[in-house]
Every structure is written in C-alpha cells, then in structure tokens.
C-alpha cells in the first residue's frame, strides 16, 4: 500500500516564505504531485515531480528526493490568499494500471498578517 | 473554460435511501476519479476508471457502493443504502493520460453529501 506523511498545520507571516514537507512509502512509486484546496473548494494541481531536483513555477516551487522518499513544497511571498490546505499525492506505477493517485493528509496553512 | 461537473452540489437524505451522485469529466480526458473527503479520513480513493474501464475500486465499500462510467460523458457514484457514515464530500476527478508522466488531475466541485 501507500502511506504519505505531512504536518497537520503551518503558520507563517505575509510575504515569508514556508516549506511544507512530505515523506511517503509506496511500493511503485512514480511521482509526487502537489493540490491546493481552499475551504469549501476543490483540490487544484500545483505541480508534480517525476525526476529528483526542484520544479519551480511562480512563487511555487517543488522538490523530489526519490532516494530519500522525500519531497517539499515552497511557498514564497506569502499572500493571505494562500492561506488553504496542501495535499502531496504519489502515483503508484504497481496497481491499477499505474494510474492509482494516494493523497497525503494535508497541511492545513495560515498565513498572518 | 473547461470543466469537471458533477450534481447534485448538496444532498441531503435520509438512512436508507438511494443516493446517485453524477460527474462530467473533461471532454477528451481518459481517467476519471471518485475521492471521498472528510475530516478524519482525507482524500480517500473510492475508484477510478480509465477509457472507461474500472481500474481499482478496492477503496469502495462494495456492499452499498458501485462507480460505472456508461459513456465517455458520464461517471457515476451510488450508494444503496446510504448510512449515516456515508456523510462527506465526494468529488470526481477527469485527466488525460497519455503518457506515465501526465499527471495533472483536474477536480469537480464536489457532491456534499448529508445523511441523517
């Protein structure tokens, strides 16, 4: 099966800059992707990561250690709008004709003023 | 710009009754995805299909619930008899996989579910 870990909260201060961390264990892994969610909405994509290194789009960045099972979202510039909840997902290549996507529990972020 | 549908938004319903949840995927999209959200449990996998067919529904409790896709347009969720643990937000999700690293999955709005 799979399992993914990430801190329950984080709390940071408009315009710093935060890192929220994943760490997973599945038997096929192929990728580890990020969602957004804000409160009463659905889960929009961020980014994903196939290869180990750092994917950077806007004030978003992505990082994968395939060896370390190990991966983090950065959120730079915070803005009050970030405020939401963050998903890491892993895609397991081994079930499901390798399209099977597992979230995380979500890290629930508050940005302050 | 496009979008996954899914309806009813809100159902409310009492022990016992049949609910039927729908969704539209994204027109061209091959995989489609039924997550199930709550507090306690996160994002859980219930099912998913691609071209239609159903890959993996080991998340589904298979006594009261069942995910067809009858056509390219349609995916749906029921759930006979509906118990109160049921209540959840449940939403669908359509991508387009062509290629092992096309991983960008676009979600429906969700069907909040409440069963009293």
């Known amino acids: 099966g799979q399992s993914l870990e990430q801190p329950s909260e984080v709390t940071a201060v408009e315009g710093a800059i935060v890192q929220i961390n994943c760490t997973y264990q599945?038997?096929?892994?192929?990728?580890l992707s990020w969602y957004q969610q804000h409160d009463g909405g659905a889960p929009t994509f961020l980014s994903y990561?196939?290869?180990?290194g750092l994917e950077e789009t806007g004030r978003f960045s992505s990082f994968l250690s395939r060896s370390d099972s190990y991966g983090y979202l950065l959120l730079q510039e915070l803005q009050m709008k970030d405020s939401a909840s963050y998903f890491c997902?892993?895609?397991?290549?081994?079930?499901?004709?390798?399209?099977?996507?597992?979230f995380g529990t979500g890290t629930q972020l508050k940005v302050e003023l | 710009d496009a979008r996954v549908t899914q309806t009813p938004r809100h159902k409310v319903t009492e022990m016992g009754q049949e609910v039927t949840m729908r969704c539209q995927p994204i027109l061209g999209h091959n995989t489609v995805f039924w997550y199930r959200q709550t507090m306690m449990q996160g994002l859980e996998l219930l099912a998913y299909f691609r071209n239609r067919a159903p890959l993996d529904d080991s998340g589904m409790p298979k006594d009261r619930f069942s995910a067809e896709m009858p056509d390219a347009t349609l995916a749906t969720l029921k759930i006979q008899p509906s118990e109160p643990r049921d209540s959840a937000v449940y939403f669908c999700a359509s991508g387009l996989v062509e290629r092992l690293n096309n991983e960008k999955l676009f979600f429906g709005s969700g069907t909040q579910l409440s069963v009293l």
């Open positions: 599945t038997s096929g892994f192929y990728g």
């Open positions: 990561n196939a290869l180990d």
């Open positions: 997902a892993v895609r397991d290549i081994l079930t499901g004709g390798g399209n099977k996507l597992t």
